[in-house]
């Protein structure tokens, strides 16, 4: 398996543009997660989806983000419109608990460096 | 609300010496325990995780972790790190009430000089 994958793996935009960022989960995995990562934040749970359904989005900072998972295979995080407190390093993760393998695994991160 | 606390920041070691994090989290039912590994530049790794069994779980590179029930803790340690090592260190917990749902302590950013 190709393991979790993301798109882009590096971002650059300049305040006020849309951003999106985009994530394949392993093949089988119910859940995916979005996480951003920052120095002064540390790693944060944005939203999670188990069946492509999100479950909670209490992390999701403002209403400028959103995220959709359409189907199984295919997740994104929208940022509209971005600014440069956005900037981080955003990963996805999926999971299939419930079976003892509980762990998430993921993605490489995209780095989104907004100006 | 559950939580998971970590202990130290940042520890900077000395190539063969010994290594123990701490990780503590509060929950009183049924957890999985988790330590994550992530190297400069890169994504978060598992590095080992209990969910039943042995309390003293042997992860890769020569990690081990040690569940204490009675003091909620899950405490990584390594007998002789390396350099290699240098890494930030994340513990996680997932509960029986959160649905696959984890809980991530704050980090622990390792320095081994050589």
């Known amino acids: 398996d190709a393991g979790v994958i993301q798109s882009p793996r590096h971002e650059v935009t300049e305040m006020g543009q849309e951003v999106t960022l985009r994530c394949k989960p392993i093949?089988?995995?119910?859940?995916l997660f979005w996480y951003r990562q920052t120095m002064m934040r540390g790693l944060e749970l944005l939203i999670y989806?188990?069946?492509?359904?999100?479950?909670?989005d209490s992390g999701m900072p403002e209403d400028r983000f959103s995220a959709k998972m359409p189907n199984a295979s295919f997740s994104t995080l929208k940022i509209q419109p971005s600014e440069p407190r956005d900037s981080a390093v955003y990963f996805c993760?999926?999971?299939?608990?419930?079976?003892?393998?509980?762990?998430?695994?993921f993605g490489p991160g995209t780095r989104l460096t907004v100006t | 609300a559950q939580s998971v606390s970590q202990h130290n920041h940042h520890v900077i070691l000395s190539e063969a010496a010994s290594l123990e994090l701490g990780c503590n989290y509060s929950?009183?039912?049924?957890?999985?325990l988790f330590w994550y590994v992530q190297y400069p530049g890169q994504h978060l790794q598992l590095l080992l995780k209990?969910?039943?069994?042995?309390?003293l779980v042997k992860g890769i590179k020569g990690f081990e972790a040690e569940f204490i029930k009675s003091k909620f803790s899950f405490n990584l340690r390594k007998p002789s790190v390396q350099w290699s090592d240098t890494a930030e260190y994340f513990c996680a917990v997932s509960t029986d009430n959160q649905g696959g749902k984890l809980i991530f302590g704050q980090g622990t950013e390792l320095s081994v000089k050589p």
């Open positions: 989806f188990n069946n492509n359904v999100p479950i909670d």
């Open positions: 093949s089988g995995h119910d859940y």
């Open positions: 209990y969910f039943s069994g042995d309390p």
């Open positions: 993760a999926s999971s299939l608990p419930g079976t003892g393998v509980d762990e998430q695994y």
């Open positions: 929950y009183g039912g049924t957890v999985n």
